[in-house]
């Protein structure tokens, strides 16, 4: 049976800590996605021709936001678990009438969250540089909560496995920003000559990329399907995971 | 009297081979104030952890209100509550919004007259709008009793509450865990500081190197072990203890200049024979220029078990 109380007590505390920070956690990614929209969507998207039939500028709004969905849900949910690691505070979870369930909604959950309100965001400060429409909202919707509930789930046993604030850093620095960027963000990888264009399908994040450019404009270098069966089995081995870790304490419990 | 806390067979063994606890048996009362003794690394705060969540224990069974811990942690932790040794917590928090999460996170609704009695009591009302890495240490070690006592736990462990705390709020916490007594909570704490031990509890609990040595009421404890220590210091020295006084254990410091007696049986034994071989010296034609006299304390005490059990081993 759940506790709905702890669940909420831990989701809501997490949001206030998202409140207490709001600039860094708001204001940065947007200004960041921004500079991108600014230079590559304004500035030199103007001289790009359409990608598919779809305007350069808008063509690579999925993947901006991809982008910082999947590095914002997981450094938000790795700082969400890490800092009561590292301040000590984790007794108070460990001790409290709370399991898996509980910690998961509460914390991933509300990493989730923020990274909902950081789509909304950023989507709006998307319209204000180029023209775009979404085709499939509802998809969309689902798309992006998919994804950050998984990403969100990665940065949670992140912030369990890091011993350090670089180990944080590193899978969004070195692993996901280098594969969003290579992942078909700034181009369809039906531009890529062979044999890149095969390497670029072992690329996860393409999938990824492509499916919210899916839902965008109905069309995209891999199907829909494809990409929301990976991304729900990323989900399915993140729970696993963060099951695993709680049966056994590991870097949790001595 | 009903058990609240019973552990049995309980061993630690860490991951590299310590045995942090090893096969540690103890029922704890309900209502009781239990003071655990014992040296650095003796185990009690992976004893606390055994039972609060936080330790993976090795062996044995913990049973908590009447319930196998393993099996029923979720019903047994809602009623338990700790204050840890390290000061750990979000240190931007506000104290009241500290102290409501902790409420919170133990599945209780929220209760503003609760947190507010709870603050209070701890003279953490006026501060509640603070940031917690504003206070001072020893007001940042009552924010942490104030998050244990939040979801109003029935029994309440206090892992070294009064570690490198000033005299004054030693004493404060003491007056905090008297009225806890009086609520009928039932209170176990580590110390090292026997003193502590002496003041607050029914009982004692002396560990170490994962083992309990011994568990009685204060009080016999004291009866039992206890000891009176007297000091004559002579006008004269004296080569050896006089045949008169050979029943008495009594003996010669100082190059026979202080005659001293360590005896009785923390009931009034010891006094009584003090007072027997005071009355008798003179007789003897021995004088003495002054007279120191103590009980031993529950240091003493616990530094006599310690040291024989070491020789033991």
Redesign the interface.
């Known amino acids: 049976m759940i506790?709905w109380?702890?669940t909420?007590?831990?989701y809501?505390?997490e949001l206030?800590?998202f409140m207490?920070t709001v600039f860094g956690s708001l204001v940065s990614p947007v200004l960041t996605t921004s500079l991108y929209f600014i230079v590559f969507g304004a500035a030199i998207g103007g001289r790009m021709n359409a990608v598919g039939g779809v305007d350069y500028g808008a063509f690579i709004v999925p993947g901006l936001l991809m982008l910082t969905l999947l590095s914002e849900s997981t450094s938000n949910a790795s700082f969400g678990i890490y800092?009561?690691r590292f301040?000590?505070?984790?007794?108070?979870?460990?001790?409290?009438?709370?399991?898996v369930a509980e910690t998961l909604l509460g914390f991933v959950g509300a990493a989730a969250t923020k990274s909902l309100i950081l789509a909304a965001v950023i989507l709006a400060t998307a319209k204000i540089f180029v023209d775009y429409e979404i085709a499939h909202p509802l998809y969309a919707l689902l798309f992006i909560i998919l994804v950050s509930a998984s990403f969100s789930l990665l940065g949670f046993i992140l912030g369990v496995w890091a011993e350090g604030f670089e180990k944080l850093q590193l899978v969004p620095m070195l692993i996901l920003t280098p594969l969003t960027f290579l992942g078909g963000t700034f181009y369809s990888i039906d531009m890529l000559a062979e044999p890149w264009r095969t390497v670029a399908l072992a690329n996860p994040i393409v999938y990824l990329v492509n499916g919210l450019r899916w839902t965008f404009y109905g069309q995209a270098d891999v199907s829909i399907g494809v990409s929301l069966s990976l991304t729900l089995v990323f989900l399915v081995i993140d729970i696993a995971v963060i099951a695993w870790i709680f049966r056994t304490?590991w870097r949790l419990?001595? | 009297m009903e058990t609240i806390l019973d552990i049995a067979g309980l061993t630690k063994v860490y991951p590299g081979g310590l045995k942090a606890l090893d096969g540690v048996d103890l029922q704890i009362r309900r209502g009781e104030i239990f003071a655990l003794l014992g040296p650095n690394g003796a185990g009690k705060t992976t004893l606390i952890g055994a039972v609060c969540g936080l330790v993976r224990v090795t062996g044995g069974t913990i049973t908590a209100f009447g319930q196998d811990l393993a099996h029923n942690w979720r019903d047994a932790r809602r009623r338990i509550g700790l204050v840890p040794q390290e000061l750990g917590f979000d240190m931007f928090e506000t104290v009241e919004r500290g102290v409501r999460y902790s409420r919170g996170l133990f599945g209780l609704p929220p209760d503003a007259a609760r947190i507010e009695v709870v603050l209070r009591s701890l003279s953490l009302w006026d501060k509640r709008h603070e940031q917690i890495r504003a206070l001072s240490g020893g007001m940042k070690r009552r924010v942490l009793i104030a998050k244990a006592l939040a979801h109003e736990p029935e029994l309440l462990f206090l892992d070294e509450p009064t570690a490198g705390v000033d005299v004054e709020l030693r004493r404060d916490m003491w007056r905090q865990i008297d009225r806890l007594r009086d609520q009928g909570v039932t209170v176990i704490l580590t110390t090292h500081y026997i003193e502590e031990a002496q003041e607050m509890a029914d009982r004692v609990g002396v560990i170490d190197k994962g083992r309990l040595l011994l568990v009685d009421e204060k009080d016999a404890l004291m009866a039992k072990l206890g000891r009176t220590e007297a000091r004559f210091r002579l006008a004269q020295p004296l080569a050896a203890v006089p045949d008169s006084l050979c029943a008495f254990p009594l003996h010669l410091e100082d190059d026979g200049l202080t005659l001293a007696y360590r005896g009785g049986d923390g009931a009034g034994k010891g006094k009584a024979e003090i007072a027997a071989i005071a009355q008798a010296l003179p007789h003897q034609g021995i004088a003495y220029t002054a007279l120191d006299q103590k009980e031993s304390s529950l240091e003493d005490i616990f530094v006599d078990l310690v040291e024989r059990e070491e020789a033991a081993a």
Request: without cysteine.
């Open positions: 506790n109380r702890s909420y007590a831990i809501r505390n206030m800590r207490r800092m009561p301040t000590g505070a984790i007794y108070e979870l460990l001790s409290a009438p709370v399991g304490g419990r001595s």
